[in-house]
């Protein structure tokens, strides 16, 4: 839309990404700040809807830092940011990486690690954005437009050998500012059935980073798929925390998170206290994951790495899980990067178990991101006191949980001995050494053909095919004696039928572990 008032002052400059400041080694992830675009010139003389425009074109490098900062000075009386930014993207030779550039916003109180400064990140999603005091793109903050330096961030994942040339443009509106609504979060209980065993997806992305669905798409699919709570875990930003007005309810808990994605893994945040940003821009080797894990935990949340064994540039875990609370070992329908993860999470287990350490609980995420991908596939099923995000977090926590494919499966599985004792999914039976020990697994709604299998930390010990009785589906109870001497712990899986034996089928369900013994 034109207006009379506006002024089109446009400048085009051309930079050479490196050599124009060199690099500025921050404590994090090296970064590289252009020289600054100032728009003292293009302050109006009209009213309210004036705009100036400037455009900045360069070319990054191979090698180029992991964040490029483009310095906007931001007169007074601004009342709109908009940036719009393009990539060239040639062809390259097989096996070779092109070129991919992502994007965000930090606002005058600057771009320091962990600092107040940001605004929004859009990732690689979006090719513009926008911010005002009343509104703002999805993935970005709404709040006011102040005078001061603020700071493009570029981001280039991969450079082509032949470099990366990049246009960014930038607008500014002149005018009143505008109210900034203050955010409805949602609630931190919702109704539920008391103490139950509740499902829930806590990997979920919507159209406030790289999802295509609506919050509202998510609340309705969540609820399809027959889950009790969700997690946002957007990529880089918290502005989806406040986009849940009205679409919690009693039988459906909110809870509010990040997928932090660094160059080097990604972690999701799952429960935080509404409001809060997790920085992302750092990699293993600076050292720095340990702060922002503990800014999680005081923030109410847990830390879960993602998709550990992903092989996607950048997805694979690289911190380590010493500041972990559970981790991902299911990832939206099953890969064989799953089939990686639960092995490594396993031999944790045993790990574990000799050094006397806290075990780390697994859990399960669909990641969905779009149509047709399946919201709830898998989906964490965990006993908790009550359907609120205290009691939820705190039974992820314990590993009081177990994973599947989908509502329409259910898991019950426990051990017992001794003297009238019992302990279920994430529990200790403390049986001295020689006790005579029954392990039971119950298994509905599985598909036809399915297996349950029992597993130690010596490996696979019992495998029964569940039985089908003409119904489509398998169902049934498998029992498996032993002692604390021969199972360090055990734990179940139910899997479909394997399609290229000797390996086994794709996962049903996964639990957590029951541990035999008294411990240490």
Same mark, same amino acid.
């Given at each position: 839309m ?11 400059r ?20 252009l &020289? ?5 010139? /293009? ?5 309210? %809807? ?17 964040y ?9 009386g ?23 550039? +992502? ?31 009343? $509104? ?24 082509? !050998?032949?470099?990366l040339?990049y $246009? ?6 002149? #005018?009143?500012? &505008? ?5 409805v979060?949602? !609630?931190?209980?919702?109704? =539920?059935? &008391? ?62 998170? $990040?997928?932090?994605t660094?160059?080097? =893994? ?9 409001g ?23 923030? =109410? ?12 540039i950048g997805?694979?875990?690289k ?5 972990? +609370? ?38 399960g ?13 898998p ?11 205290? /009691?939820?977090?705190? #039974?992820?926590?314990? &590993?009081?949980?177990y ?14 001995? #001794? ?11 403390r049986?001295? +050494? ?10 509905? %709604? ?14 696979t010990?019992?495998?029964?095919t569940l039985?089908? !009785? #003409? ?13 604390a001497?021969?199972?360090t712990?055990?734990?179940?899986e ?5 399609t /290229? ?15 035999? %013994?008294?411990?240490?």
């Amino acid at each position: 839309m034109c207006n009379d008032h506006t002024e089109h002052a446009t400048e085009h400059r051309t930079e050479h990404a490196i050599g124009r400041r060199g690099l500025l080694v921050t404590g994090a992830a090296a970064a590289l700040t252009l &020289g600054s675009v100032s728009f003292a010139e /293009a302050a109006p003389g009209g009213g309210t %809807g004036s705009t100036g425009t400037r455009t900045v074109s360069g070319t990054l490098p191979p090698g180029s830092p992991d964040y490029v900062y483009l310095p906007v000075d931001v007169p007074r009386g601004v009342r709109e940011i908009h940036v719009a930014y393009s990539y060239q993207r040639p062809a390259v030779p097989a096996g070779t990486q092109g070129n991919a550039l +992502d994007i965000g916003v930090f606002d005058e109180r600057g771009t320091d690690l962990g600092g107040d400064g940001f605004r929004g990140w859009s990732g690689g999603a979006r090719t513009e954005f926008f911010l005002r005091a009343d $509104e703002a793109t999805p993935g970005y903050l709404p709040g006011p437009v102040r005078a001061g330096r603020w700071h493009i961030v570029l981001a280039p994942y991969t450079v082509a !050998p032949g470099g990366l040339p990049y $246009e960014v443009t930038i607008t500014l509106t002149y #005018g009143a500012p &505008g109210r900034t609504p203050r955010p409805v979060h949602p !609630p931190e209980r919702a109704k =539920g059935r &008391g103490r139950a065993w509740y499902r829930g997806d806590c990997h979920l992305h919507s159209v406030h980073s790289d999802g295509r669905r609506t919050p509202a798409e998510i609340a309705a699919g969540a609820r399809a798929a027959g889950l009790d709570f969700i997690n946002t875990s957007e990529h880089n930003t918290s502005s989806a925390h406040g986009a849940w007005d009205g679409l919690w309810g009693d039988d459906l808990l909110i809870l509010t998170g $990040e997928e932090i994605t660094t160059r080097n =893994g990604h972690v999701v945040a799952i429960g935080m206290d509404p409001g809060t940003f997790v920085d992302w821009r750092y990699r293993a080797r600076d050292n720095r994951f340990g702060h922002y894990a503990r800014q999680i935990r005081r923030a =109410g949340g847990l830390v879960v790495p993602a998709h550990p064994h992903a092989t996607c540039i950048g997805c694979n875990w690289k911190f380590g899980f010493g500041d972990a +609370d559970a981790v991902e070992v299911w990832n939206g329908p099953f890969t064989p990067e799953d089939e990686v993860a639960l092995a490594s999470w396993d031999n944790s287990l045993v790990s574990s178990a000799r050094s006397g350490r806290p075990w780390l609980p697994a859990m399960g995420g669909s990641d969905a991101h779009r149509d047709p991908e399946p919201i709830g596939t898998p989906q964490t099923v965990v006993l908790a006191d009550e359907l609120s995000r205290e /009691a939820v977090l705190a #039974g992820i926590r314990a &590993g009081r949980s177990y994973v599947a494919e989908s509502s329409a499966v259910s898991v019950t599985f426990g051990a017992s001995g #001794g003297r009238g004792l019992h302990a279920g999914i994430g529990e200790r039976l403390r049986v001295a +050494d020689d006790d005579p020990v029954t392990v039971r697994l119950e298994v509905t %709604g599985a598909p036809a053909g399915s297996t349950a299998r029992l597993v130690t930390d010596q490996g696979t010990l019992h495998t029964v095919t569940l039985p089908a !009785p #003409g119904t489509g589906t398998a169902s049934g109870t498998v029992e498996w004696r032993t002692t604390a001497r021969y199972a360090t712990y055990v734990r179940a899986e139910v899997r479909r039928p394997a399609t /290229a034996p000797p390996l086994p089928g794709n996962f049903v369900a996964l639990t957590n572990p029951v541990f035999l %013994g008294r411990g240490a």
